[in-house]
């Protein structure tokens, strides 16, 4: 409760907030209260819902225009009875070795990001998954059900056992660097969303599958306990950006490329962004032109350039018009320009949006006692929804209190 009345009284230090009730509303007994009357005394249904990000050190632009600005679109957009819970899954990183000071500090840079963007711990919960066990609890329910041959087929597994053996025959695979956090991966992620009953989880296309897992085991647990326990999590679709590595295009620009050249972290100073970008992989062709295929370091910042200037406000979103037309038109009214020049623009319109987020959250992450304070209500909230499924769930098995 300490926690929560600080919150109250220090919410003022991040700017991007709104007004909104406090966390009355998020206690969910059962699916039957995922429902909710209008004012004409319908029920409809509302919404749930979930999403995690990795605490693997500060956020890079594509995260940013991929993920969390949509994160925040559904918070500005959620129904009042709406429930949103955004979450620091730090169990996910475990997959890796990791160094325990390191792991911990990056989950509060990771919250301070969260917070800078405009996520607001009044209106969504911000949490830390590692701090709410029932994570665990129903991951290892759920690994006792899962089909090991629906693991073998997640992508994720196939791609990293191909990097593992990386042989021309079976004899010279090694696989001495996979465990078995790695394979039972999607299954913690299930856990992460069933935990919550979540009805709808924005995810991109390279995690599609794994929320067609969480489906999967929400209706085999249902059918098997003859009890809608779990609602099937539905795919929220966003106007995602892919933003590819500035050094090789071909790739997704990731926080685990071996070169810092090839992603803009949120949080990088002013000369580090223009540096980047004035030495980002175009190609020998004369001006500017939207060709994916041909011309993928051109298309890529134009991409950049394009999102960047939606979210100031510069040019309206366009979200009616196909990305590809938009992208072209966009070409076609800088075609002229020379590389430098281009750049130059680029520069222009990812300082301006990477600006206030930079200065917000060196603001909120010098105050680590207000953080500590926003992990610790959200906890407090996740910890309360948590317990309230699986008190239904331990009902169907051996981990009920064997006094009742």
């Known amino acids: 409760m300490q926690a929560q009345l600080r919150i109250a009284t220090n919410i003022t230090r991040?700017?991007?907030?709104?007004?909104?009730?406090?966390?009355s509303p998020y206690v969910l007994n059962s699916v039957h209260e995922a429902l909710r009357y209008t004012s004409s005394g319908q029920l409809t249904p509302r919404k749930t819902i979930f999403s995690g990000i990795q605490p693997t050190g500060i956020p890079h632009l594509g995260n940013y225009l991929g993920a969390l600005v949509n994160w925040v679109n559904l918070q500005r957009n959620a129904a009042p009875?709406?429930?949103?819970?955004?979450?620091?899954?730090?169990?996910h990183a475990l997959t890796l070795p990791q160094n325990p000071i390191k792991l911990r500090q990056e989950r509060l840079d990771t919250l301070a990001i969260l917070l800078a963007v405009g996520l607001d711990p009044r209106r969504s919960v911000i949490f830390c998954q590692?701090?709410?066990?029932?994570?665990?609890?129903?991951?290892w329910m759920l690994n006792c059900t899962t089909p090991i041959g629906k693991l073998q087929r997640m992508t994720t597994w196939k791609s990293k056992l191909a990097t593992a053996r990386n042989a021309n025959s079976t004899d010279e695979i090694d696989e001495s660097h996979l465990n078995l956090g790695l394979f039972a991966y999607p299954v913690l992620q299930a856990a992460d969303i069933l935990l919550y009953r979540a009805t709808h989880v924005p995810v991109g296309e390279d995690q599609q599958q794994h929320l067609e897992l969480s489906r999967d085991l929400a209706d085999l647990f249902n059918r098997t306990h003859k009890e809608r326990v779990f609602p099937l999590p539905q795919h929220i679709i966003t106007p995602a950006k892919r933003i590819l590595s500035l050094r090789d295009p071909?790739?997704?620009?990731?926080?685990?490329?071996?070169?810092?050249?090839?992603?803009?972290?949120l949080t990088d100073p002013p000369e580090t962004i223009e540096k980047k970008i004035k030495s980002a992989v175009t190609d020998s062709e004369r001006g500017v032109g939207y060709d994916p295929a041909a011309r993928p370091g051109v298309a890529n910042l134009l991409t950049i350039l394009d999102a960047c200037r939606a979210l100031s406000g510069e040019t309206?979103?366009?979200?009616?018009?196909?990305t590809s037309t938009r992208l072209e038109t966009l070409a076609s009214e800088i075609s002229t320009l020379s590389h430098a020049d281009f750049k130059r623009l680029?520069?222009?319109?990812?300082?301006?949006?990477?600006?206030?987020?930079r200065d917000e959250y060196a603001r909120i992450r010098a105050d680590e006692s207000y953080l500590r304070d926003v992990a610790e209500a959200?906890?407090?909230?996740?910890?309360e929804v948590a317990e309230s499924t699986m008190a239904d769930i331990r009902i169907h098995s051996i981990?009920?209190?064997?006094?009742d």
């Open 81 to 91: 009875a709406d429930r949103l819970f955004f979450s620091i899954v730090g169990l």
């Open 130 to 139: 590692d701090q709410v066990p029932q994570h665990a609890e129903l991951a």
């Open 316 to 322: 309206p979103p366009g979200e009616s018009e196909d």
């Open 346 to 357: 680029v520069n222009d319109a990812v300082q301006t949006t990477l600006a206030p987020i």
């Open 378 to 383: 959200g906890r407090m909230r996740a910890f």
């Open 250 to 265: 071909s790739q997704k620009m990731s926080k685990s490329a071996p070169h810092p050249a090839s992603r803009i972290l």
């Open 14 to 23: 991040t700017t991007r907030v709104q007004t909104l009730p406090h966390h």
């Open 399 to 403: 981990t009920v209190d064997l006094n």
